[in-house]
């Protein structure tokens, strides 16, 4: 099959985060024939994606299409891709590539999004070889290697699965690396994008308890509807860290805030407890930790990336059979200027998920 047209909402400059994206052609990665091409039917709008189009992480590669959360079609799958074939429901989380060689100490046990030697991101990277760059799902068509393409199971809608391929992944890897489950009372810093899957996935794993922690109460009545058991509302609530200190066995943060009261979070933590990161701010900054508050409850303090494939494809399986609804208003992708700014102003509830009205008509 000839290669399609490659069209998408192109960031030229750190201005496109205020909706200035401009809709273009780009020229995809080189074609090899360990890759799948994906006419894109969704793509979940992904708080990584705002960061990026304003350099937030780093110098951006412009132009980028960014979009990280994919699902659409196989149209072209290479010869040395066995599980995926042509017209099968397929998505894209955020990483498009590691090593995946078997000497790897990272991709030889499941961690491809930790692998030193090669991580290519879905958008905003650049392949080694001379192979080009590589450009996210706010487009027509995507090509990725096809060890970072997974099917997605009968009974899941596209448009509640592509969020699941960050949001869902980044705290539900972290949920289950870290012992979520019967008998564990877990907490959720942030009932937003991430945030409220971490409720959603925290009860599918049989988590005993869930607390929704967020800084004002207006996300009160969502947390509870999402599944949580309480809610802490930690600019609100009189003494929360006093009244729910050692209540909780694995927190995870979706905050991107150097400014959020991380000693009070700790501190909630049950003896021997966990704290794992998972929201990155621009700059990377987080608040001063006292050596105290670890040492004093004996915690842990972590961070986590993604989610390796395998990890993917047992979430996404997990959603099917608990049907899992992921809260997503649908927006055209034609809109995803205004999707974008919509998102920054912290519109979303909890999810906007950009549906292509040219698929299935290329």
């Not at 000839?2 to 990665?29: H, R, Y």
């Not at 590691?98 to 991101?121: A, F, I, M, R, W």
Request: aromatic share 8%; glycine share 14%.
């Amino acid at each position: 099959m000839a290669s399609p047209k490659f069209q998408g909402w192109l960031g030229k400059t750190p201005d496109s985060v205020n909706g200035k994206m401009e809709w273009g052609e780009f020229e995809p990665k080189k074609w090899t024939e360990d890759d799948v091409d994906i006419e894109i039917s969704h793509c979940g709008v992904c708080g990584s994606d705002l960061h990026v189009l304003k350099s937030g992480w780093g110098p951006t590669p412009y132009p980028c299409v960014v979009g990280h959360e994919i699902v659409g079609r196989a149209v072209r799958v290479g010869n040395n891709v066995k599980h995926v074939k042509v017209g099968d429901r397929v998505g894209v989380g955020a990483q498009a590539r590691s090593c995946q060689k078997s000497t790897c100490p990272d991709c030889s046990v499941g961690l491809e999004p930790y692998c030193g030697n090669e991580s290519v991101h879905t958008y905003g990277s650049i392949y080694p070889n001379n192979e080009g760059k590589s450009y996210g799902g706010y487009a027509d068509y995507n090509r990725t290697n096809g060890g970072f393409v997974v099917k997605i199971p009968d009974g899941l809608d596209s448009a509640a699965a592509a969020p699941m391929l960050c949001g869902g992944i980044t705290v539900y890897s972290p949920l289950k690396q870290n012992g979520c489950g019967p008998g564990k009372t877990i907490g959720i810093v942030g009932v937003g994008g991430l945030g409220h899957f971490g409720i959603l996935f925290a009860k599918a794993l049989g988590a005993s308890r869930v607390i929704g922690i967020s800084r004002k109460s207006d996300k009160r009545d969502d947390a509870l509807k999402l599944g949580a058991d309480e809610y802490i509302a930690t600019g609100e609530d009189k003494d929360w860290e006093t009244k729910h200190a050692r209540s909780i066995d694995l927190i995870i943060c979706t905050v991107s805030s150097d400014k959020m009261p991380l000693g009070g979070y700790l501190r909630l933590l049950k003896t021997k407890g966990t704290f794992i990161q998972v929201g990155a701010p621009d700059g990377g900054n987080l608040p001063p930790v006292n050596a105290f508050t670890l040492i004093g409850n004996g915690i842990k303090v972590g961070g986590s990336a993604i989610g390796s494939p395998r990890e993917i494809n047992e979430m996404l399986q997990l959603a099917a059979d608990k049907k899992i609804k992921t809260w997503v208003q649908e927006r055209p992708l034609k809109d995803a200027n205004k999707a974008i700014v919509d998102m920054e102003d912290g519109k979303a509830r909890f999810r906007y998920v950009l549906v292509n009205e040219n698929y299935g008509h290329h």
